[in-house]
């Protein structure tokens, strides 16, 4: 199942007779059909009438809007599951500080050992740098966290193991394109404006697996609550960072896939001009659709809704979460 992306400026989404089409300034550009299709994402000034916009979300598929930039704005859904019970483990899950500790803690400890999986699998026989130091570190860290009382303990020991975890990560690119340190808000080079799109990409997905089970997604056992902020996706997406979003950004970097000239400044932040956006796009729904593991069908997006329903039966069942572990055997081929 894909995700179609629509960029076009100036288009327009119809209704025809039966089917759905995209036109602009009168002119034909697709059809649209809606039978293997989960997603459809709109990214700048595309317009979707009223009429296809009802058979879309008869359809069941959700529709995602982006800015022209890439930044995520919002998206309409079909109407899921109305399992409010679900709802109310999570509120009790959340008020219990001992509950919310378990999950909040399975979810940093298996970050860490993703994060020190990602460095054990690239291929550093190329490469002077002391990785070592930096799997020695995370490890003895990642100790510590059956002593953390409170979420910001564990939040604090999330945050260094992070900004080692990047040391290692800036040493795995090879194509010249200069990366020092994670920052964002705005990214300040085209890797971080990668990683920025890709997570966002990937937390809209994971967002639209936690409201298909019902979940309240502004609550969040590590992220807690914040004013207008989904939390919850936000916990989920910690378990795939550096196998589908960093694997993914290194790869189009390290084969050449992006470069410099592919990038701009726009209002004071690096952006992807349109072309390379567009490349960027099919490149990631390509990604998301091949197989996790060479010996099985299962992608990431399967994966996702996975452990949107493990985390559903975790919260109803009060027991702890099982994020997703990723091991060498969980993947096609070592880091690029």
């Given at each position: 199942?894909?995700?179609?992306?629509?960029?076009?400026?100036?288009?327009?989404?119809?209704?025809?007779?039966?089917?759905?089409?995209?036109?602009?300034?009168?002119?034909?550009?697709?059809?649209?059909?809606?039978?293997?299709?989960?997603?459809?994402?709109?990214?700048?000034?595309?317009?979707?009438?009223?009429?296809?916009?009802?058979?879309?979300?008869?359809?069941?598929?959700?529709?995602?809007?982006?800015?022209?930039?890439?930044?995520?704005?919002?998206?309409?859904?079909?109407?899921?599951?109305?399992?409010?019970?679900?709802?109310?483990?999570?509120?009790?899950?959340?008020?219990?500080?001992?509950?919310?500790?378990?999950?909040?803690?399975?979810?940093?400890?298996?970050?860490?050992?993703?994060?020190?999986?990602?460095?054990?699998?690239?291929?550093?026989?190329?490469?002077?740098?002391?990785?070592?130091?930096?799997?020695?570190?995370?490890?003895?860290?990642?100790?510590?966290?059956?002593?953390?009382?409170?979420v910001n303990g564990l939040m604090g020991v999330e945050g260094i193991c992070s900004a080692i975890y990047f040391r290692s990560y800036a040493k795995m690119f090879k194509s010249g394109v200069s990366f020092q340190e994670r920052n964002r808000r705005p990214p300040k080079d085209p890797i971080n404006a990668i990683l920025s799109l890709t997570y966002t990409f990937l937390t809209k997905e994971i967002t639209a697996a936690l409201e298909a089970e019902s979940f309240e997604l502004y609550l969040g056992f590590l992220h807690g609550i914040r004013y207008g902020r989904k939390s919850l996706a936000l916990d989920l997406i910690e378990e795939f960072r550096q196998p589908a979003a960093d694997r993914f950004v290194l790869r189009l970097f390290n084969k050449g896939m992006l470069g410099e000239d592919d990038f701009q400044m726009e209002d004071g932040a690096v952006r992807?001009?349109?072309?390379?956006?567009?490349?960027?796009?099919?490149?990631?729904?390509?990604?998301?659709?091949?197989?996790?593991?060479?010996?099985?069908?299962?992608?990431?997006?399967?994966?996702?809704?996975?452990?949107a329903d493990v985390l559903k039966q975790a919260v109803r069942e009060n027991r702890i979460y099982q994020p997703f572990c990723w091991m060498e055997k969980d993947v096609q081929e070592e880091c690029i």
């Amino acid at each position: 199942m894909a995700v179609v992306y629509i960029k076009e400026q100036g288009a327009c989404i119809k209704k025809h007779s039966n089917r759905l089409i995209i036109e602009k300034d009168g002119e034909l550009l697709a059809e649209l059909r809606l039978i293997r299709v989960t997603g459809i994402s709109v990214i700048g000034n595309v317009q979707i009438t009223t009429q296809a916009l009802h058979t879309i979300l008869q359809a069941g598929v959700d529709v995602s809007f982006f800015s022209g930039s890439g930044r995520y704005l919002s998206h309409m859904a079909p109407e899921h599951s109305k399992n409010i019970f679900l709802r109310l483990s999570q509120y009790h899950c959340y008020e219990s500080m001992p509950d919310r500790l378990k999950f909040a803690r399975a979810i940093v400890d298996n970050k860490i050992s993703n994060q020190m999986e990602m460095i054990r699998q690239y291929r550093w026989s190329d490469s002077e740098y002391d990785y070592r130091e930096d799997l020695k570190s995370l490890s003895e860290y990642q100790k510590t966290l059956g002593r953390k009382e409170t979420v910001n303990g564990l939040m604090g020991v999330e945050g260094i193991c992070s900004a080692i975890y990047f040391r290692s990560y800036a040493k795995m690119f090879k194509s010249g394109v200069s990366f020092q340190e994670r920052n964002r808000r705005p990214p300040k080079d085209p890797i971080n404006a990668i990683l920025s799109l890709t997570y966002t990409f990937l937390t809209k997905e994971i967002t639209a697996a936690l409201e298909a089970e019902s979940f309240e997604l502004y609550l969040g056992f590590l992220h807690g609550i914040r004013y207008g902020r989904k939390s919850l996706a936000l916990d989920l997406i910690e378990e795939f960072r550096q196998p589908a979003a960093d694997r993914f950004v290194l790869r189009l970097f390290n084969k050449g896939m992006l470069g410099e000239d592919d990038f701009q400044m726009e209002d004071g932040a690096v952006r992807l001009k349109p072309n390379a956006f567009k490349q960027f796009c099919m490149a990631y729904e390509k990604w998301m659709q091949e197989p996790v593991n060479k010996n099985e069908s299962q992608n990431f997006r399967d994966i996702i809704r996975q452990q949107a329903d493990v985390l559903k039966q975790a919260v109803r069942e009060n027991r702890i979460y099982q994020p997703f572990c990723w091991m060498e055997k969980d993947v096609q081929e070592e880091c690029i």
